[in-house]
C-alpha cells in the first residue's frame, strides 16, 4: 500500500531532521534519485525545514528585518513543495497513462499528490504534538488537552491513509482518473506578480 511507504518516510524524515534540529542542516537523501521514495523524502524534509521557519517567524520579539527574512524563506520553501508535489503527480500520471479509465470512471477533486501532500504535514503535526504529551512544564490538563488532539491527529492519518490507498486502487481499476494541474503560483513570478514587474 502506498499509504505505509508515505508514513514510514515522512516518519523517518521527521525522526532525522530532529537528530540536529537545525534549519539550515545539510541532509543526504538515502534514496535513490529518481525514484518515488526520493521524492517522498525530499518532498518532507521541505515540509519539516518550513514547519521550523513559521515558528520562526511567529516569535513575537522577532525583529523586523528578520522577519522578512523568514518571509521570504518561507514563500520559496512553498514554491519548492508545490514544484515537488507536482513532479509527485507526474510520476503517478506516467505509471498510470496506460489504464484506460471506464465509462463510469469520476474524477478526484484531490490529486494522489495532493493527498499524499497532506498526509505529509498531518505527520509532523503527530511528531510535534506528540512532544506536547510529554511535557513536564504544563498542567495536567493540558495534558489531557493534548493527548487528546493527539488522538484525532491519529485518527486523521488512519482515515486519510485509507483514503490515498483507495484513490490509488480506483485509479488501478480504472473507476477514477487524474489530471495534474499546476499551481501557477503568482507571487514569486516576475512576470505576474504586479509588484515585481511593475518595478522593471
Known sequence: MISAKCNEIFERVANDYHQHN???????NPFESGTLDFLLYKKSWIDTQQWHMEDEIRNPSIEPAKAVYWKRRIDKSNQDRTDIVEVIDGYFLDKYKDIQPKASARFNTESPAGAI??????????????????????SDELLTKNQDKLAILLQQRSDLSLAIDELIEDIENGDKYMKVYRQMKMYNDPELNPVLYNKK
Open 117 to 138: 501532500d497532506r498526509l505529509a504535514v498531518l505527520i509532523l503535526k503527530i511528531y510535534h504534538m506528540r512532544e506536547q504529551t510529554e511535557r513536564m512544564d504544563v
Open 22 to 28: 537545525e534549519i539550515d542542516h545539510a541532509y543526504t
